[in-house]
């Protein structure tokens, strides 16, 4: 995660820290730890309990106490923001600092109030590690009755959670194997069962999904990955996964994470790739420590390429693409390989030949340069495998000046090996392209590069190959990359997701090599977790019919009540009560003459006379308010608008998945399986008035509709537009036979005046 820096160096401050090692002070420890404060200043362990103090040098200025020099450690590098990055952070980070439980304090109520606060976040304060987490975890394992809390995955989950995922951080883990090395707080309980002490070993934090795989000679300062995205379109959430994992080890290792653009397809990619995978990363706060490209090595990977054709390991083939792709699989049953004759080329002919290839000419433009293993080898990717081939199409870096350019198998390996790669983590569908990789760096006699392999992202119904999603962007089914049903992280963002969801799900998933097809529900399920508590409430009538009331004010009337009745924090919005409203139409389909009901957020109102068309299609209602009325005793809550010149006009936009088959088969096309209604929009909706102050991306509830986020705001001729957020439960192509189609369900075709 990104809170862990530890790469910034600390300011001059110097010093010495004295405490007692009976009760040692966890909380500046383990801020020291982050902030480098474990090299400039003299720690004295004393065998006492006395509190911890501070002597900064040449100053001689004296601090006293752990939370106050917990505190100075975390302010004097403000860029690890263990204070947070503004002031209302800050304040609120001081909030719970101030308020930390103290030695004595019934720990059992303040580990339940915890709990109850984490359980929609990942920290106490923001969406990150700060000060805050750090000493009120201090605080709680310095409470006398700590021991006595039963904190496990069942009890206190989410306070178990959180201290399990603390306790697995490298800051943490040096201090407590030091001054606390007995037990951990989250396997320390002495009611918890055996399995429930060693679960934080398994699972580290609960929904965050084991990262242990045991990097094979890592040491701490020395471990570098990298991230090498192609930039041929926009970053996907399987994308992120690998990102994610990578800068969890070079941060919790303290080493480097490497941003390298494989940039070696000049037909694919682009500078508008590098941006938006740039602006991505962002977004998800990764923050490589170098950026770098394939393109800047063409000169550097071509020397090698030369010394491969040299030495005998590689040889220029002028075969066929189609034919060189048959010879691969035209042994016995398919398990081998057949030679052809360009194996047997002299040196010489294949240097001429890798000319041409520089060249771009004619000739050179039907070869390929082949790697010489094993034609026969049981693994096929090992039967010759190409590693150079020619283009003349521009290449959006070096333009025209390059005619052949390096494949990943053969410039990934050297590259990594040259920027000083330690570690190469990529998913599990490579795994049998690692006995490659291995090949090439022996061959260039190049150091070795550990691979780490971990499992892929699979969803029902959806579609992760770049490939196939460039169809759909060149096709003109989608806007582009951004589009809402895409897998990519501007796409499910614009849909309505949260980075701390897509962070929290994605961390869930750890590095297990472990395949499995999941759903896209538990995606979104977390995200509704996420915004439910926080976005403000809103009303929008679909299908309006009037409802006259003979006692309603006959000129509109104004009344604030809040946008979020469990959050009064969001403030509160103006409604405007009038003697016409709207009701849903589903709604007063449902209604009985002389029946009362509850208008939400004013009052009861009594429905007097209700008139149907030759359908039996209610059109207008007529009735009387009944504000003195108890809502106890009424059994339907309807939401309402007043018919008043204050209205937004709305289109309620409604996605589903580009496909209507849940896994495509091997041979399977996609698009034999389009979805001809992935895209829905109910028009001639009326919204609440107060829906005119949102801006794009503002997320909200539509009372007894579901969750939105604003594509667009009302100008003068357009509506706005409200993009529904899913909310975990199963959508339409899901909940129907694949094979059946995907037309909408019948709620949807209720509310669909229009289909694109």
């Not at 580290?204 to 084991?210: E, F, H, L, Q, V």
Request: glycine share 6%; net charge neutral.
């Amino acid at each position: 995660p990104s809170s862990q820096h530890t790469k910034t160096k600390m300011t001059s401050n110097k010093g010495v820290a004295k405490f007692g090692s009976i009760n040692p002070p966890l909380a500046p420890l383990i801020v020291a730890q982050y902030v480098g404060g474990t090299k400039d200043f003299k720690w004295i362990a004393q065998k006492d309990d006395r509190p911890i103090e501070v002597q900064l040098i040449p100053s001689g200025v004296g601090l006293k106490g752990s939370n106050t020099v917990a505190r100075f450690f975390a302010r004097t590098l403000p860029e690890v923001q263990l204070y947070g990055s503004d002031a209302v952070t800050a304040s609120q980070i001081d909030m719970w600092i101030d308020n930390a439980p103290a030695p004595k304090a019934e720990v059992q109520v303040v580990a339940e109030s915890i709990n109850k606060h984490l359980k929609l976040r990942t920290f106490l304060v923001g969406h990150d590690i700060s000060i805050a987490d750090i000493i009120i975890y201090a605080a709680l394992r310095a409470n006398e009755k700590w021991t006595t809390v039963t904190l496990s995955e069942k009890s206190l989950p989410f306070l178990w959670r959180w201290v399990s995922y603390l306790e697995s951080l490298t800051q943490f883990k040096e201090v407590l194997s030091v001054y606390a090395p007995s037990s951990s707080s989250s396997s320390s309980s002495s009611s918890s069962t055996k399995a429930e002490k060693e679960a934080p070993q398994k699972g580290r934090a609960g929904w965050i999904g084991s990262y242990d795989i045991g990097l094979i000679g890592a040491a701490e300062g020395k471990v570098v990955t990298r991230f090498p995205p192609e930039p041929s379109g926009f970053l996907h959430v399987g994308h992120i996964k690998a990102a994610m994992l990578n800068n969890f080890y070079a941060t919790n290792y303290k080493g480097k994470l490497l941003l390298r653009f494989d940039d070696t397809n000049p037909a694919k990619e682009k500078d508008d790739y590098v941006d938006n995978i740039k602006e991505d990363l962002a977004t998800m706060d990764i923050k490589p420590d170098s950026i770098s490209y394939t393109s800047d090595w063409f000169d550097k990977l071509m020397e090698y390429a030369e010394k491969f054709l040299k030495e005998g390991k590689a040889y220029i083939d002028t075969t066929p693409q189609l034919e060189i792709q048959a010879q691969r699989r035209a042994g016995p049953g398919g398990n081998e390989g057949v030679e052809n004759k360009c194996r047997s080329h002299t040196v010489e002919e294949n240097l001429k030949l890798f000319a041409e290839m520089k060249a771009g000419s004619q000739l050179g433009q039907q070869c390929v340069m082949r790697a010489k293993i094993d034609m026969k080898a049981k693994n096929a990717v090992l039967r010759d495998p190409s590693l150079f081939r020619c283009s003349n199409e521009a290449h959006y870096r070096t333009g025209t000046k390059y005619k052949a350019y390096p494949l990943y198998d053969f410039a990934c390996p050297i590259v990594d090996a040259l920027e000083g790669v330690t570690h190469a983590l990529r998913s599990s569908e490579y795994h049998d392209r690692n006995a490659l990789y291995d090949w090439v760096l022996k061959a260039a006699d190049l150091r070795h590069v550990q691979i780490e392999d971990f499992s892929r992202l699979n969803f029902e119904y959806v579609l992760l190959s770049k490939r196939k999603l460039q169809w759909f962007v060149d096709n003109k089914h989608v806007e582009g990359w951004h589009d809402p049903r895409f897998p990519t992280v501007q796409g499910i963002l614009r849909r309505g997701m949260t980075v701390e969801a897509l962070r929290e799900f994605i961390l869930a998933q750890g590095a297990s090599k472990a395949l499995n097809l999941m759903t896209m529900d538990k995606l979104w399920a977390l995200n509704k977790k996420i915004i439910d508590p926080v976005v403000p409430r809103y009303v929008a009538i679909s299908q309006q019919v009037p409802f006259y009331l003979t006692n309603g004010p006959a000129t509109p009337e104004q009344k604030s009540v809040p946008r979020h009745k469990k959050n009064l924090a969001l403030g509160n919005k103006v409604i405007f009560l009038s003697n016409v409203l709207f009701i849903e139409r589903d709604d007063a389909q449902t209604l009985k003459e002389n029946e009362e009901v509850t208008l939400m957020d004013w009052g009861n109102a009594i429905f007097r006379k209700i008139t149907r068309d030759d359908k039996g299609n209610v059109t207008e209602l007529a009735g009387e308010l009944h504000l003195e009325g108890d809502f106890k005793t009424t059994e339907k809550k309807l939401t309402w608008l007043a018919d008043t010149e204050h209205l937004v006009p709305v289109v309620l936009r409604t996605y589903d998945f580009l496909i209507t088959k849940d896994k495509l088969a091997e041979g399977e096309d996609f698009k034999d399986f389009l979805n001809p209604n992935s895209l829905i929009d109910a028009v001639g909706v009326k919204g609440d008035g107060s829906l005119r102050y949102l801006n794009v991306g503002d997320k909200i509830q539509l009372e007894r509709n579901g969750y939105y986020i604003c594509d667009s705001i009302a100008t003068l001729n357009k509506p706005m537009v409200l993009i529904a957020i899913p909310d975990g439960r199963p959508t339409r192509v899901e909940s129907k036979n694949p094979d059946s189609g995907s037309a909408p369900a019948a709620s949807d075709k209720k509310k669909a005046v229009a289909k694109k």
